[in-house]
């Protein structure tokens, strides 16, 4: 971490330093990963949900999008389908639809897609980072992670 920002060079780093991910390193592929929203979602109610549980994307969760009229209108709109997809549970909301991640903070969906873009193109949520104060590196969860946390 340099200034507060991540870069993908210390990412790679926490790779080729062979600190693979615990579920690589043991032969099975983790597959669902745990996450905590930073503001949380809030229902009907007035209920927040902020723990989640998001899967490994298909290829069948990337095209079928696709042939959404609203992803047609709209392409801004496939992050909301493609979300709603992959994300299997989010407190007690009973399902997760497009019109439940299109009413979340703008800060959430951030999160959101940063994590689907962790857990499908690196397989963890995990990130090794480096204290700007004593130069201890270390690797953090961003799953878990709340605005200015990791």
Known sequence: MRNGVLDEQEQRL???EGHAP???AH??????FAF?????????????????????ATARDELLPLYDARVQENAAYTTVV?????????????????NVVENMFASDVAFLQDLYRRVNA???????????????RM??????GR???S
């Not at 032969?27 to 669902?32: D, K, S």
């Not at 493609?82 to 497009?98: D, M, Q, Y």
């Open 14 to 16: 926490d790779v080729h």
């Open 22 to 24: 615990d579920a690589a």
């Open 27 to 32: 032969g099975v592929l983790r597959t669902e």
């Open 36 to 56: 905590e929203l930073p503001r949380g979602y809030v229902d009907g109610d007035g209920v927040v949900h902020r723990s989640g549980v998001m899967r490994l």
């Open 82 to 98: 493609l979300l709603a997809r992959v994300i299997t549970s989010l407190g007690t909301v009973p399902a997760i639809t497009a």
């Open 122 to 136: 690196e397989g963890h949520t995990r990130i090794a980072v480096t204290c700007s104060a004593c130069q201890h």
């Open 139 to 144: 690797t953090v969860d961003l799953a878990g």
């Open 147 to 149: 605005l200015g946390e």
